[in-house]
């Protein structure tokens, strides 16, 4: 690209000659025209003004002429979204709806967008109702695991009572694990240990003498209860092993077993001390006599119900026991001519105790009593 102020310089040099050429000097100035010098600068400045701005920038100390044309334009005094509505000049009437909607609209736009203030929605926690069942089972399952617990706990408190020997721990846990499962299915004769079995333990606790009776009672009561096939599977199992199998002395049906034999020489022994005071019969040998002479009778005897009875006597005998034992002087005469057959059958039934009563009407060997395999009730 030509250096243009040389061919400035140039120009201004030949110019002032040709002045000086036409005009000598009149004058001590360093330009002798200045009016024609004036004009010849004029020229040259509208002739290089529009390219000044692109020499400049090719030597660097300007901006593009493209930027520079942007960054000469003044910045406008609104944004698009701020637009102010002017009246025209040649215009004498404004809709003054549309001012006051537009300028509602850009006073909205001017000022920071704010966001309303919402409650918060209510959070549906879908599974509050499944948690809510799912601790009430849990609570009535723990609450029923208890009741189970306390219901084994009791029978086998019994157990223990009845048991030929000492239980062990190994015994007491695995019939502990049976009673649970037994608890679990809600059998009416099993729950019913908390209708009697409170009031019993207490009257043990309290008289060792009543603790051997309730004792042989409910050895008696399991007896019967196996004996008429009226026992389930698990108790059949339990009191097996509690109590051990049923000594027979006389195969028959119903069989006479040692403890009614057993029995019959404990009450024989008790009513000759009653009226004999001072003298006793309770020998071995006296003992043995007598065994033999019940088994030749039941042997002999073709009655069932004296069969049924004499089989049954080990209970009725341990009922009379528990009995006498809490009685009053006069109760006890009254049950001592009972047992020796100097009282009616009319009058039976007039003394009661409250634990032995609440034991004979509940428990599972309620069904044995009422009804026998020969469609019989036990007479007691």
Not at 148 to 177: C, F, G, H, I, M
Not at 293 to 315: G, I, Q
Request: one cysteine or more.
């Amino acid at each position: 690209m030509p250096n243009v102020f040389n061919l400035f310089g140039k120009f201004l040099i030949s110019t002032s000659m040709q002045h000086s050429k036409q005009k000598p000097a009149i004058t001590t100035n360093r330009f002798r025209c200045p009016r024609a010098l004036s004009a010849a600068c004029v020229t040259m400045l509208s002739i290089f003004t529009p390219f000044s701005s692109a020499f400049a920038y090719d030597w660097g100390y300007d901006s593009p002429p493209s930027q520079a044309k942007e960054q000469s334009k003044p910045a406008p005094a609104f944004t698009e979204n701020d637009q102010l509505i002017r009246p025209a000049s040649n215009t004498s009437k404004v809709n003054t709806s549309t001012v006051s909607s537009t300028r509602v609209k850009s006073t909205k736009a001017d000022k920071p967008t704010k966001v309303a203030a919402f409650a918060q929605p209510d959070v549906i926690d879908v599974d509050k109702a499944v948690r809510s069942k799912q601790a009430r089972l849990d609570l009535q399952h723990q609450q029923d695991l208890e009741k189970y617990q306390k219901l084994a706990s009791k029978w086998l408190e019994l157990y223990s009572l009845v048991s030929a020997e000492p239980l062990t721990d190994e015994q007491k846990s695995r019939l502990n694990e049976k009673l649970l499962k037994a608890a679990s299915k809600n059998s009416p004769g099993f729950a019913a240990i908390d209708k009697f079995w409170p009031q019993v333990k207490k009257v043990c606790l309290a008289n060792t003498e009543q603790q051997a009776n309730y004792r042989d009672l409910l050895r008696a009561l399991f007896r019967l209860e196996l004996r008429e096939a009226k026992a389930n599977s698990l108790e059949n199992e339990i009191v097996s092993e509690v109590i051990g199998p049923e000594r027979i002395a006389v195969p028959d049906k119903p069989p006479l077993t040692e403890d009614a034999v057993e029995a019959y020489a404990d009450m024989t022994c008790f009513i000759y001390n009653q009226t004999h005071p001072g003298k006793t019969v309770d020998a071995l040998d006296n003992r043995t006599v007598f065994v033999g002479t019940l088994e030749k009778r039941y042997m002999n005897t073709t009655n069932p119900l004296e069969k049924l009875a004499m089989s049954n006597f080990a209970l009725k005998w341990s009922k009379f026991k528990v009995l006498y034992a809490d009685a009053s002087d006069t109760d006890k005469d009254k049950l001592f001519k009972r047992i020796s057959g100097a009282s009616p059958e009319s009058l039976r039934k007039d003394i009661s105790n409250p634990a032995l009563d609440a034991l004979m009407n509940n428990g599972p060997w309620v069904h044995a009593l009422t009804t026998t395999s020969d469609n019989k009730p036990v007479k007691l």
